[in-house]
């Protein structure tokens, strides 16, 4: 019973010949603050499998709401290796709107910090990662929507320029 269990979902994590596996573990990293994106090897399993579609979407999702997950109690660790808060805009907007600035944790360049941000001002955790997670799905639903609705001979012409 559990080796089946272990091989369907190893089966899951390596479908078909570009596994979910990488977009999770490629979406998680990107969302910590080391600069990595994402969206292109999410681009690339679902060019290459369309009818992954929401699984890659909900793997992405998972993998980049954990690292923001991982943001947040960096923070919250910080905020207990240095007493001394500091007292900028950032912190006063995110203590004054909440667990509701994680909706923008998706955005590039900021996103990242605002988790961290969240998690040094103590903003209750299960809301923040509920809307952490509700802002990078949208992220990626949107993102996919736009790079699908490209034409194919663009992405060829495109690759063939490159190399």
Aim: charged share 10%; with cysteine; hydrophobic share 55%.
């Amino acid at each position: 019973m559990i080796e089946a269990g272990v091989h369907w979902l190893l089966g899951m994590l390596a479908l078909p010949k570009v596994g979910l596996s990488s977009v999770f573990v490629i979406s998680f990293i990107s969302a910590t603050l080391l600069p990595l994106g994402s969206e292109p090897a999410v681009f690339a399993v679902i060019k290459a499998n369309p009818d992954l579609f929401w699984s890659v979407i909900a793997v992405a999702t998972v993998g980049n709401t954990l690292g923001g997950v991982v943001d947040y109690w960096m923070g919250y660790g910080a905020k207990k290796a240095f007493a001394v808060e500091r007292d900028t805009a950032w912190f006063r907007w995110l203590s004054h709107f909440g667990a509701k600035t994680m909706l923008l944790a998706w955005l590039p360049v900021i996103g990242d910090p605002i988790c961290t941000l969240a998690g040094w001002l103590k903003l209750p955790f299960w809301p923040s990662v509920a809307y952490m997670a509700v802002g990078k799905c949208l992220r990626y639903l949107c993102m996919s929507w736009l790079l699908l609705s490209v034409p194919d001979g663009f992405w060829r012409g495109l690759a063939e320029m490159l190399g």
